[in-house]
Every structure is written in C-alpha cells, then in structure tokens.
C-alpha cells in the first residue's frame, strides 16, 4: 500500500507541474522570465504578481497557483460526483434547482436521459428546439465555459453561439462530440440580464466543509459577468469581470477584469454597457445562500464545492459544482488565507503546512 500511494503520489506531482507549466505559457498576462522563475519557486504563476498586486500585498496569505492545483485531490476518491456533471444533477436535483438533462452524446450518438423528451437523434433535437427555442451542449467534464455550444431557433432560423447554421451544420458538429451532454438552456433573469445582456452572468460560490464542526460555511463568493470577449460565456480569464458579494447582504463590490494588459482594472459600471456592477444587490441571496448550504452539508465527504449559480426572475439554478476551483477570481479581491477556517481547511486536506 504504501508504495501504491507513493507512485500515486509521485503522478499527482507530475500531473500538476505539468498542468503549472501549460498555464505559465497559456498566460496572456505581461510578465518576464526572472519573474516568472522567481514566482515559480514560492509555487505562484507570473501572472499572480499583478493579479495579487505583491508589490503591496503580503504573499503568505494568498493560496498559490501549485496549492490550487493540489486542491483537485481533495474530494478524492468522490471527485467523480462533481467531475460527471449527468451525475452532480442526480445526486443533488432533490435539494436543488438544476437544469434538466437529456441527453449523453457518445461519439456522435444521441442517448437519451429524460422520459419526456426522448432525445434519440438529430431529428429530436431539433423538434425539440422548433418547441423550445434553446438548449445547450456541454462537455461532461470540463470547466470554465469551455466546449459549450448554445443551439437556438430565431424565427426559422437555427443558431449555434450566435452564427446561423443549416440543419446539415448541426448535425456534423454533434456527430463530431464525445462525452458530451444536452441540457435545458436556463433564461437568466433580470438582474443577470442588467449587468451584461449577451451572456449568462453565474455567481460562483465557494464551500467548505469545517473540519471542526463538519459543516458547511462560504469563505467567499463572486459575481461573473460577461463581455465581447468573453461571450458566449463569462469565463474571467477569457475577459470578464469579476465581483466580490458581500455573504451577508448580497451586494457586489467593483467588478475588476483579467489583467491582460498588466493592470487590474476596477470598474463601478460595466465598461461596455454602463449598466451598474457596485452596490447592485443580488435578488434571493438569503435563500440561494441558504440552499447551497444545505445542498453541501449533504454529503460532507465532498468537503470542496466550488457552485456555479445563475438567477432567475423566479429564484435560482445551479448549472454545476465544481470539483476544485479557480482562485485567481477569488483572490483578486482577497487573500483566502486570511480566513482562519480556511487556513484550518486547507491544512486538514494537506494543501498546506
């Protein structure tokens, strides 16, 4: 046994280093080569320089970029219910509001998932689409906005990420997806709608279950919002911005964009739209928060969720959970290691000393 988890461990340590590597050259934040070695011994990527602003702030209370990667491990060997995004909505649909699935694409095949819309083939999506207008293609394990594919019908026309296309271009991009899933597309509501129209706006709320009391408590939350280059989604690295939520009221702090031009910008109103990001208030917050809760305290060995929720004019959805979480959203606001619950958690589950 103990070799196993040695040889285990040594492939995790491989595994992240690795994925280190590819995301210091994928970084499209200005950084240099003495930085970025600098950085990279204290376990921090170039970019968390500007990004964390080290020039003021202290660096031993920010979570580092390898520390986040351990993070993935921390479920283990329960990641799974997170990773498999058909299998998070059936394990949590009872206690929570999550859009419908139906149906796996497996190499190009339709399998359906759902009694009411046995979506079997092409034809049934489509009928499905003339009946609904919109659904959405997601990949089953990933993250981050990545791989998605909004389909919607606009009068006769079909649509895929806003390029019109052909019944015979639909059909080739499903033929070509694998471990893919369709789900039910969820119409954000107004207050989403107000901070950028073009895209869905999630909040991303972290859990944490507290290794001395084995419930569930929200260290920190954010607001995503979307922009021309972040569309169709409202991914932060891609360009969106990112505001802090006051866990107590629900109301957003200054969003602040992914500093590709080697400053963080903070911005009161959206940059493109004017529409208003700081002192917004987000709609049902004591009841999202409330539920979250709850759905983590369900099954306290998944101890590390990162929830990805969208409001509605009616309450809520949870699109996914995440199995460990970007923190560069996160921490642009505050350090996490400042909160001594956090601190406990994270040295509990070995990602820190």
Known sequence: MK????????????KMNRTFILKQRKSSVPTDLKNNIKLARKGFLGE???????????????????QRL????????????????????????????????????????????????????IN?????????????????RNGGGYGIHILSKIDNDYYVNSKRVTFN?????????????????????????????????????????????????IPIAVQ???????????????????????????TLGKGVTYPREGILTYHDYHPETQSKISNA????????????????NLYPYISYIGWDVVTTDE?????EGNNFTDVNLLQVHKPLLKDERVVAFYKTHGIIK
């Open 48 to 66: 968390s320089k500007t990004i964390y602003n080290f020039s003021k702030n202290e660096m031993k209370y920010y979570l580092s970029d390898i």
């Open 224 to 250: 995503r919002i979307g922009n021309k280059d972040s569309s169709p989604t409202d991914n932060w690295t891609q360009g969106g911005l990112s505001a802090e939520i006051d866990l107590e009221t629900g």
């Open 124 to 140: 049934d999506l489509i009928r499905y689409l003339d009946s609904n207008e919109k659904c959405v293609i997601k990949p089953i």
């Open 315 to 319: 309450g809520y959805m949870v699109l």
């Open 70 to 121: 351990r993070t993935r491990y921390i479920n283990a060997p329960y990641s799974f219910i997170l990773d498999e995004k058909v299998v998070f909505e059936s394990m949590y649909k009872s206690r929570l509001k999550i859009p419908q699935s139906f149906s796996l694409i497996k190499k190009g095949k339709l399998i359906p998932l759902h009694q009411e819309y046995k979506m079997e083939n």
């Open 281 to 296: 208030v987000i709609p049902h917050w004591d009841i999202i928060k409330k539920e979250i809760l709850e759905a983590a």
């Open 169 to 217: 271009e639909i059909s080739r991009i499903v033929e070509a997806l694998d471990d893919y899933f369709v789900s039910e597309f969820i119409t954000q509501g107004k207050f989403g709608a107000s901070l950028y129209s073009e895209t869905t706006n999630t909040i991303r709320i972290v859990t944490m279950i507290d290794p001395a009391t084995n419930k569930a408590f």
């Open 3 to 14: 070799l196993k988890s040695r040889i285990l461990q040594i492939y995790r340590g491989i």
